[in-house]
């Protein structure tokens, strides 16, 4: 019930499309989903997260789309470009349950010139 | 740069060796924490320090061995590992204690290889 599915495992896309990643949980009481951007030689950064009260959140061409009812949740990565080649993991947390971030297994993304 | 770094970036070790992992974080932030990165796996939570006291040791090996001598830093001492120990090992902190979620910053990692 603690696990965050993700998929898929690795994406190739050319660049100027569109990217899409998506994660599943069980847990119910999870309140925070965020989504990490990891590069070569560099350990995880913050992208975007949102919380189960809002259906989607948009930060320039990365929007969060969150479906309580499916529990679902998927990252949106438009206009995709090279540069955005990394690593990218799912997560969630329930503060209710220590707030502790449980990590989805992670997409490797490959965006083509 | 995150404001927390790793040293050192770069570990081999044979399974007879005692190492330590160094982590310090610039951020001021209450919470420390060691994860276990291999690849195509989900990040293992190893350990968890809030205000420097230990909150969580997700059963680990007690082949490893954490310490907190103050907010700012954070070692993992290595002891008699095994091969399938070899992965990346980030540092994170976050700016409340961990039982209140939100971001975590991480460090750049550790590459250790035991051989």
């Known amino acids: 019930q603690q696990q965050v599915k993700q998929s898929p495992q690795s994406l190739i896309v050319q660049k100027g499309g569109i990217s899409i990643i998506n994660c599943a949980y069980e847990?119910?009481?999870?309140?925070?989903f965020p989504w990490y951007q990891q590069f070569p030689g560099k350990g995880p950064a913050l992208l975007i997260a949102?919380?189960?009260?809002?259906s989607e959140k948009k930060e320039g061409r990365f929007t969060i789309s969150f479906n309580k009812s499916a529990k679902q949740f998927s990252l949106h990565i438009m206009d995709s470009q090279p540069g955005d080649s990394a690593t990218y993991f799912c997560?969630?947390?329930?503060?209710?349950?220590?707030?502790?971030?449980?990590f989805g297994q992670g997409t490797e993304l490959s965006v083509k010139p | 740069e995150t404001g927390v770094t790793q040293t050192p970036r770069h570990l081999v070790m044979g399974m007879t060796n005692k190492k330590s992992l160094k982590c310090e974080q610039h951020?001021?932030?209450?919470?420390m924490y060691w994860y276990k990165q291999s690849a195509k796996k989900p990040l293992e939570l190893m350990f968890v320090?809030?205000?420097?006291?230990?909150?969580e040791n997700n059963s680990v090996p007690s082949r490893f061995s954490p310490e907190c001598p103050n907010s700012s830093h954070l070692f993992l001492h290595l002891h008699t590992l095994q091969p399938e120990d070899s992965a990346l090992y980030l540092c994170?902190?976050?700016?409340?204690?961990?039982?209140?979620?939100?971001?975590?910053?991480f460090g750049p990692g550790t590459r250790l290889t035991v051989l």
């Open positions: 949102i919380r189960p009260d809002v």
């Open positions: 997560a969630a947390s329930s503060y209710n349950q220590g707030g502790k971030l449980i």
């Open positions: 951020l001021g932030h209450n919470a």
């Open positions: 320090y809030s205000l420097e006291e230990r909150v």
């Open positions: 847990n119910t009481a999870f309140d925070y």
């Open positions: 994170a902190s976050s700016p409340g204690t961990s039982g209140t979620g939100g971001e975590q910053f």
